[in-house]
């Protein structure tokens, strides 16, 4: 453990984990057995101070990043400070710095002694809520694939080697929308090399459905049963190793830090949503929960102290939202997951996992307010939008990080098409761009809402700002 990390343990340094902990003991008894906030704490710094593959690029590739960039770009960066590049480089990217220390590191990667950056869970789990960097909120603005294109044109000319991401995304595309990614299948091209037990085996390269998915926040996850938003996987720790899969990892590796995931799993269930603080009409809220209720809630649950949890799987076609993600994750992959050490096959506690489920499960919509986009590829900017099926915008970006508090959601801007292919146009603004046209990007489907009428529209998008 590092100094840094010794400096922030006396006081309560991650807020709201001492928040989840006070709600634990006091209000959600049924998750007071399984949680334990000193693991859970142990959980949360393992993955901000430990990497477990070799780094990214290094300290030096990301303070040059800058010279990648197109102009103007480039000229303004260059005359700035050091210090002011950084930050401009975090906004580029979707990094933040870390809400619990001043250490100036990003959430998103660890940053180790010697200057190697790792990618860790946050990258995609950690964004921000009213401007806050938030861990366990999905990251709408990650630039994955401007990020590794950009620093591996700087090691081209430092004459670094490129590191294995670079080398896979060549392979498989890490992610065409800012702030999606094509993390299914990294999981499953990994897992492709290795049989059940994780020993290295060698198979033709295949070739995968690449498709984009909007990560999930983590703070409902502890209402959940399964994982992954066809729930396919039971819940557990050694599900959450696999993105370390790569060559250097050996079969040991995956022992030796299992103990470690078990509190990586203690701090992701103790994760709660957070509070929405702009103005909420209290008695249009109240009369929305009853529509909720009555309409909603045989799907996403009830949300009062008693809270329930229905884990509905809803068949594709009944739900109609995009497809690609159901049969991407083929029945092979599914089978090869359901027989290796990460469900426990062959021992007492093996975990069910199913091989061919018929659609998507409803997500708790637990602070749902702060996690948009919507859906699971994250093709509805708003919640208005996705109670209005029919007025969802074919092609948009956002153009704020604020969230719009009366659509509820990201503040885009419409656009009748992506502008022309040119190459001149700076990656990161045309990878803000959504085309709902293009493959796995649908933003069709749960016409659920339509049961209502505008009226009582508006009063279950006021009850949403209040989950
Ligand atoms: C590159 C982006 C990315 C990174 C990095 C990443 N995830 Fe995810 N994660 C996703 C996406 C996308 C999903 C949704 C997958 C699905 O539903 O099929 C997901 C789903 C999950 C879920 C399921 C949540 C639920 O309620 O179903 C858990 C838990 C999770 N990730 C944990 C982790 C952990 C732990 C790490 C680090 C070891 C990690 N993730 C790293 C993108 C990422
Ligand atoms: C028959 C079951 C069912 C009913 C009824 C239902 N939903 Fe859903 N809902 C789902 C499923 C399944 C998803 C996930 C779809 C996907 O991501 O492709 C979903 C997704 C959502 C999301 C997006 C969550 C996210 O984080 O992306 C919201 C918001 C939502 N529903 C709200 C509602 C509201 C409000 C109602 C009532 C008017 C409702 N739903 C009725 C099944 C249902």
Known sequence: ????????????????????????????GRSADHTDAAAAERGYRFLTENALIPPDFNQTTFEEVWQAWPEPLRSQAAKLSPAERRKM??????????????????????????????????????????GTPVAGAPNNRFALQTLTEETFAIKMRQGTPPSRMDLGAIAIPLGTT?????????????????????????????????????APPWWYFYKRPSMYI?????????????FTLIPENGPDFYRRYEENFRDVLSYITSLR?????????????????????????????????????????VPIDEIGTDPVRLTALTVAGRKKYANSWFAHAGEHDA?????????????????????APYLHNGSVPTLWHLLHPEQR????????????????????????????????????????????????????????????????KSAVLEYLKTL
């Not at 453990?1 to 634990?24: H, Q, V, W």
């Not at 990003?106 to 010697?114: E, F």
């Not at 949503?273 to 929960?289: C, F, I, M, Q, R």
């Not at 069910?352 to 499960?361: A, F, K, R, S």
């Open 178 to 214: 800012n702030g999606t990614t094509n993390a299914v299948v990294f999981g499953m091209g990994l897992m492709d090399q290795r049989d059940e037990q994780l020993n290295w085996i060698l198979v033709a390269p295949k070739s995968f459905t690449n498709h984009d998915m909007d």
């Open 89 to 130: 480089s975090y906004e580029r990217y979707g990094l933040t710095l870390r809400a619990d220390d001043n250490s100036g590191k990003p959430l998103q990667y660890v940053v180790t002694p010697d200057g190697g950056w790792t990618m860790n869970c946050f990258a995609c789990h950690g964004g921000t809520v009213y």
């Open 1 to 28: 453990m590092n100094g840094e990390c010794k400096k922030m343990l006396p006081r309560c340094s991650f807020p709201m984990l001492c928040i989840a902990a006070m709600l634990i003991t006091t209000q959600d």
């Open 230 to 242: 066809d729930g396919f996987a039971e819940k557990g720790h050694r599900g959450l190793m696999q």
């Open 273 to 313: 949503a957070p509070k929405y603080t702009d103005v909420v009409d209290h008695s249009l809220a109240e009369n929305g929960k009853q529509l909720f209720n009555a309409n909603c809630s045989e799907c996403h649950g009830t949300y009062e102290s008693d809270w329930s949890y229905p884990n509905r799987r």
């Open 351 to 371: 975990q069910e996992t199913l091989i061919d489920p018929v659609g998507y499960v409803a997500p708790p919509l637990d602070g749902v307010w702060a996690s």
């Open 393 to 456: 915008p074919q092609v948009w970006r956002p153009v704020s990080s604020q969230l719009d508090t009366e659509k509820v959601g990201l503040t885009i801007e419409e656009v009748r098409e992506v502008p022309d292919g040119d190459a001149e146009l700076d990656a990161v603004v045309r990878r803000s761009y959504f085309d709902t046209q293009r493959f796995g990007k649908s933003n069709v489907g749960h016409n659920f809402p339509n049961r209502l009428s505008e009226a009582e």
